[in-house]
């Protein structure tokens, strides 16, 4: 019994990570499928069931989609690409520059609190609605632009169409 309890109570030593240390990790290789200028339908989240035009990857891996916005209504969006179907269909790229929008142009401001209670008590206070800034605004408009410059009508129909499944459509047998 003596052997069995020999390592009880003594110290062990807990490596403690250094902050520097530290390593990010790796951003996800892209389908092959996805490539600038592919349409994508998005399969999770508020516009499910959209096609969206794929500008690039951000570095934290996530995909940087447009609707664009004048066309289906779907603004610059961060997008994973497991909830993601990749279509064959291509659009033209040219003169739409989003070099400056990184995970960092999403970044919420802090919202604050108020911890004053009133009369109501429990009861909120209606929230203040969130307005987009007049620079994402702007930047929406100047990324969109020469893409819609560039759709044909026929690929305007596409993007503005849901997609769906009915009854005998089964996943495996279409062909995107």
Request: hydrophobic share 40%; proline share 5%; net charge positive.
């Amino acid at each position: 019994a003596k052997q069995v309890f020999r390592t009880f109570g003594t110290k062990r030593k807990v490596k403690s990570s250094v902050k520097g240390a530290e390593k990010k990790p790796a951003t996800p290789k892209l389908k092959k499928a996805i490539q600038p200028g592919s349409i994508l339908i998005l399969l999770a989240g508020r516009f499910r069931g959209k096609r969206v035009v794929f500008l690039k990857q951000l570095e934290s891996g996530l995909l940087l989609v447009t609707g664009p916005y004048s066309v289906n209504g779907v603004p610059l969006r961060r997008v994973n690409q497991a909830y993601c179907i990749a279509t064959s269909t291509k659009v033209d790229l040219d003169g739409a520059d989003c070099g400056q929008v990184g995970d960092d142009f999403f970044a919420r401001s802090a919202a604050k609190k108020s911890k004053k209670k009133d009369a109501d008590g429990m009861f909120a206070k209606d929230a203040e609605k969130s307005v987009v800034p007049e620079s994402k605004k702007a930047e929406q408009k100047k990324i969109d632009e020469p893409i819609v410059r560039g759709l044909a009508d026929d690929v305007k129909g596409y993007l503005k169409a849901r997609f769906s499944l009915t009854a005998r459509m089964f996943p495996h047998e279409l062909k995107f």
